[in-house]
């Protein structure tokens, strides 16, 4: 079993739609717990990052995580066809930059 | 803004050959990585190191060998290639300090024939 499980997809909703894009993980030590999103032929960029439990919040993005579950969440809001891309969670006990574990990704098409 | 260049975005090299892969950063960061990501597994570790002339193993070790003799680059090794290598291979540093998040390159796309 993977430490980190995520939905591949493909993941299509039409232009405004809300998104939710989520992760389950087994290691009880992740602490710090990231989502990157990944355009085609290009490196993966963070979108944002979230320590222990709680929701995070930047425009459009919305980071949940529930540790007692060990499921995490990222929420896109009116979401637009730029938001097409693969969405990477990825985790780990140290911080945002360091031993992180990712997920398979998941594949998000967003139609106009 | 932080830039992670990786020498080549395509690849093609033969099965045998010894394979250099070049990273370098303009951050001055302390830890470097090497990640290869294949569909549905997402990204693995490889490589990674925290300081000049240091390195750890990562997950997937086997096959692949590091180099890092100056802060800024953190070259990956095939020593010699074979077709279960062919992957997008992805390079990324972080601080050691503050606010560390990893910043990625555009990743090479290796494939061996």
New interface residues.
Partial sequence: QKE?E?D?GPLSVPEGAIVSLNCTYSNSAFQYF?W?RQYS??????LM?TYSSGNKEDGRFTAQVDKSSKYISLFIRDSQPSDSATY?C?MSPW??????T????TRLMVKP | DVKVTQSSRYLVKRTGEKVFLECVQDMDHENMFWYRQDPGLGLRLIYFSYDVKMKEKGDIPEGYSVSREKKERFSLILESASTNQTSMYLCASSPSQGDTEAFFGQGTRLTVV
């Fill in positions: 980190v995520q591949p990231m990157y032929r290009k490196g993966p960029e963070l990052y990477l990825a911080n945002a930059g360091n031993m992180l990712f997920g398979g990704g």
